[in-house]
């Protein structure tokens, strides 16, 4: 008795893990969400005829801007999504690591995550 391939597969490839899925999907979510917003900045520059922002809006005005369609407060979301996406990527493994209770990767990931967040509180990279 042969094992077949999944119908539509190609022989020999990688068949994704739960997992693997959720890690890619988050992936994926998080440049969509990113460009969808940059690309939502740089509309409202052209129709506001104002051009690209010269800076970024700080984390404590961010709703305010958003609300006020600011074309830099767009920008700025989208660069945090962008930034934040690898912290949630890391996340998302650590958990799916857990779940299949293998141990050494939890720690190693776990310490991914702790020295990329060191990184961000300490302002160094």
């Known amino acids: 008795m042969s094992a077949r391939p999944e119908q539509g597969a190609v022989a020999g490839a990688h068949v994704m893990e739960p997992g693997e899925r959720a890690i890619r999907w ?3 979510c998080g440049i969509a ?31 305010r801007a ?4 600011r074309p830099a407060a767009y920008l700025s ?21 857990v779940r299949q209770r293998d141990r050494r990767y939890v720690l190693v990931t776990a310490i991914v ?3 990329m967040c060191l990184g961000v509180l300490l302002g160094k990279v």
Do not use: C, Q
């Open 26 to 28: 988050i992936l994926l």
């Open 77 to 97: 979301l989208g660069l945090i999504v962008l930034i934040g996406t690898p912290f949630v990527r890391v996340a998302g493994s650590l958990v799916v690591f």
């Open 33 to 63: 969400v990113s460009v969808a917003l940059m690309a939502a900045g740089l509309v409202l520059g052209i129709v506001r005829g104002a051009g690209l922002p010269r800076g970024v809006v700080p984390l404590a005005e961010l709703p």
């Open 113 to 115: 995550l702790l020295v």
């Open 66 to 69: 958003l609300a006020a369609l």
